[in-house]
C-alpha cells in the first residue's frame, strides 16, 4: 500500500512540476515591441543618467558654439535643431499609449501635439537662449506636419525659445528626408551646428539606410560626432527601431516581435 501511495504522490508531483514549467513558460515576455517602451520612458522620465547625457550634449554644444564665435562669416550663423526627443520631451504620450497596450497612432499623435503639453529636454531651453543672446538664428526642422504648426509654435513659445516663429519653423513637407530643407536654411545661413536624436537628422547618409549602412556611415561620420552633430538620447524611438523592420508600416505586433527576438543576443 505504501509503494502504491509513493508512485501516486510521484505522479501527483510530477504533474504539478509540469503545470508550474507551462505556466512559466506563459510568463515569458509578449508584445515586446510595445511593452518595452515602459522601461525606455521610464528611463526618460526619471534616470538621472538621462538628464545628465542630454546636460553633457548641451555642455558640448555650447563650448562648439563659443569657438565658432571666435570666426567670422559672410552669411548669418545657425543652428538646426530636431524637435522631438531633441527640444520637446513627448515621453507623456508614450506612456500613455504603452499602458493601454498601443504603438504610435497617427490619431493619438495628433491629439498630443494638439495639447501643445510637452514638457522640455533637459539642457535645451538654456542651450539655445544661449545661442541666440550671441546673434545665432535657431531652425528648427521637424516632420511634424502643417496642421501640427500652431500647436507646435504654441508648446515651444510656452518655454519662451527662440525664434519660435513660422519662419524658423520648417515642418515636413511631403518627404520625411530633412535634406532639402537643412539645404534650404544653409544657403542663407552658415550652419554651425546641427542636433537631433535620429542619425536622418544630421545628413541624408543616414536616410532609410539599412542597419549595415547606418553602423557603417556611423563610423565614417565619427569625427563629427560632438563637433558639428549633437545627439540627444532617445531609447524609445526612431530610425534604429523603423529599420530593425526594414521600415514596414504593416507589421503586426507579434511579428515585430519575432524579428527583435531574432535580433537579441544572449547566453
Known amino acids: 500500500m505504501k509503494k502504491i501511495s509513493i508512485v501516486v504522490l510521484f505522479f501527483i508531483a510530477a504533474c504539478s512540476s509540469s503545470k508550474q514549467i507551462s505556466k512559466t513558460t506563459s510568463l515569458l515576455p509578449q508584445n515586446i515591441a510595445?511593452?518595452?517602451?515602459?522601461?525606455?520612458?521610464?528611463y526618460q522620465q526619471q534616470a538621472a543618467e538621462y538628464r545628465a547625457l542630454c546636460l553633457q550634449a548641451f555642455n558640448i554644444a555650447r563650448l562648439r558654439v563659443d569657438e565658432n564665435l571666435q570666426t567670422t562669416s559672410g552669411k548669418p550663423k545657425a543652428i538646426i535643431t530636431d524637435?522631438?526627443?531633441?527640444?520637446?520631451?513627448?515621453?507623456?504620450?508614450?506612456?500613455?499609449?504603452?499602458?493601454?497596450?498601443k504603438d504610435y497612432e497617427s490619431a493619438s499623435w495628433y491629439q498630443w501635439t494638439d495639447m501643445s503639453q510637452a514638457d522640455t529636454v533637459p539642457g535645451a531651453p538654456a542651450f539655445l537662449k544661449y545661442s541666440a543672446s550671441k546673434g545665432i538664428q535657431i531652425f528648427y526642422i521637424t516632420n511634424r506636419e502643417e496642421r501640427e504648426r500652431n500647436s507646435t509654435l504654441l508648446n515651444l513659445q510656452k518655454f519662451n525659445l527662440p525664434n519660435a516663429d513660422n519662419t524658423h519653423l520648417i515642418v515636413r513637407q511631403g518627404t520625411s528626408s530633412k535634406e532639402v530643407r537643412r539645404q534650404q536654411v544653409a544657403a542663407s545661413h552658415e550652419i554651425i551646428l546641427l542636433m537631433g536624436d535620429n542619425l536622418a537628422d544630421f545628413s541624408s547618409?543616414?536616410?532609410?539606410?539599412?542597419?549595415?549602412?547606418?553602423?557603417?556611415?556611423?563610423?565614417?561620420?565619427?569625427?563629427?560626432f560632438g563637433k558639428k552633430f549633437i545627439v540627444?538620447?532617445?531609447?524609445?524611438y526612431g530610425d534604429?527601431?523603423?529599420?530593425?523592420?526594414?521600415?514596414?508600416?504593416?507589421?503586426?505586433?507579434?511579428?515585430?516581435?519575432?524579428v527583435i527576438k531574432s535580433l537579441l543576443k544572449g547566453y
Do not use: C
Request: no cysteine; proline share 3%; glycine share 2%.
Open 240 to 258: 534604429w527601431e523603423s529599420v530593425v523592420y526594414k521600415y514596414s508600416n504593416t507589421l503586426k505586433t507579434a511579428q515585430k516581435d519575432s
Open 34 to 42: 510595445v511593452t518595452g517602451k515602459v522601461f525606455a520612458s521610464l
Open 83 to 101: 524637435i522631438d526627443e531633441t527640444i520637446l520631451d513627448n515621453s507623456a504620450y508614450e506612456v500613455h499609449q504603452t499602458l493601454q497596450g
Open 232 to 236: 540627444i538620447p532617445n531609447p524609445v
Open 205 to 224: 547618409m543616414f536616410d532609410k539606410k539599412s542597419m549595415d549602412e547606418r553602423q557603417q556611415n556611423t563610423d565614417h561620420m565619427a569625427a563629427e
